[in-house]
Nanobody, 116 residues
Framework: QAQLVESGGGLVQAGGSLRLSCAAS????????MGWYRQAPGKQRELVAT???????DYADSVKGRFTISRDNAKNTVDLQMNSLKPEDTAVYYC??????????WGQGTQVTVSS
């Protein structure tokens, strides 16, 4: 088992920036995928960005050019730098980890609110 703990959410004005961080309690994702999903009120959870250990980073079209994902396998962390934030980015953001054989883990979520 592993825990994913997010930090860095909050309230920001449109056009501002926030950085989310996620730390895994164990080093079990170094050969898997880490990333971020989000869920806005009344909507389904959606992919924001994922980064495999050695593959191509994937971004939702809505955040390309504004968000940047990065990970540090030595520290078991994955970060999401969010720039040029829009009110439609308001959501609970969840850290995600998937081991090489497919077991998935989720963080508890952190609220991001962008005011217009």
């Amino acid at each position: 088992q592993a825990q994913l703990v997010e930090s860095g959410g909050g309230l920001v004005q449109a056009g501002g920036s926030l950085r989310l961080s996620c730390a895994a309690s164990r080093n079990i994702f170094s050969t898997g995928v880490m990333g971020w999903y989000r869920q806005a009120p009344g909507k389904q959870r959606e992919l924001v960005a994922t980064m495999p250990s050695g593959g191509t980073t994937d971004y939702a079209d809505s955040v390309k050019g504004r968000f940047t994902i990065s990970r540090d396998n030595a520290k078991n962390t994955v970060d999401l730098q969010m720039n040029s934030l829009k009110p439609e980015d308001t959501a609970v953001y969840y850290c995600y980890g998937r081991r090489l054989l497919g077991t998935e883990y989720w963080g508890q979520g952190t609220q991001v609110t962008v005011s217009s």
